[in-house]
């Protein structure tokens, strides 16, 4: 069963931090994504790789970026964390076209 | 830029009583279609997918969902809904960029 793993269930930070969120995938997926889910507003995509150094910008990627310097390993940073970044955040992976594997999701909150 | 729109937000039923959730698409081409659920406190799982052939697909837990070329359109169904169904659902589309709907919150009563 493909497994996604993200590094924290829960995190909290304060303003202007720079925060790292990590996430694992162990099915050799082409394809990563992170997401942020807010209440009413569903799933906005934030970015996506789809390959080893390959990144593009999804729906908000305002105030993010991310690295993908191994295929299994994705991470998204918050350059300067604010509290209109406090959510909870998705990442998932797949091969292309096929569905996605998410994981459990990492709530954070910005104090 | 393609969109997924999901008709209804919050839906509430009892239980054995059917369920339609609305799902509509903006995109031209070729698609493949997802609907997910996410249960209270879990991770998004899926639910069923369409890539091609009989629109009419199958998932678990006694789901379906049509899809209507002509109307954009991937209506996800139940006949008979549990207390168990409780949950977020979304309906999401491919190519591209992934595109997720808004979401359905159903909650079933017992």
């Known amino acids: 069963d493909v497994k996604v793993t993200q590094s924290s269930r829960y995190l909290v930070k304060r303003t202007g931090e720079k925060v790292f969120l990590e996430c694992v995938q162990d099915m050799d997926h082409e394809n990563m994504f992170w997401y942020r889910q807010d209440p009413g507003l569903g799933l906005r995509l934030i970015y996506f790789s789809y390959d080893v150094k390959m990144k593009e910008k999804g729906d908000i990627p305002e105030g993010y970026s991310v690295s993908r310097e191994k295929k299994e390993r994705f991470s998204l940073i918050l350059e300067s964390a604010s509290t209109n970044q406090t959510s909870m955040y998705l990442c998932?992976?797949?091969?292309?076209?096929?569905?996605?594997?998410f994981g459990d999701g990492t709530r954070l909150s910005i104090l | 830029a393609q969109s997924v729109s999901q008709h209804n937000h919050h839906v509430i039923l009892s239980e054995a009583a059917s369920l339609e959730l609305g799902c509509n698409y903006s995109y031209g081409g070729t698609v493949n279609l997802f609907w997910y659920v996410q249960y209270p406190g879990q991770h998004l799982q899926l639910l069923l997918k369409y890539f091609s052939g009989d629109p009419l697909v199958k998932g678990i837990k006694g789901f379906e969902a049509e899809f209507i070329k002509s109307k954009f359109s991937f209506n996800l169904r139940k006949p008979s809904v549990q207390w168990s169904d409780t949950a977020e659902y979304f309906c999401a589309v491919i190519p591209g960029k992934s595109t997720f709907g808004d979401g359905t919150t159903l909650t079933v009563k017992p």
């Open positions: 998932a992976s797949s091969y292309r076209g096929q569905p996605q594997h």
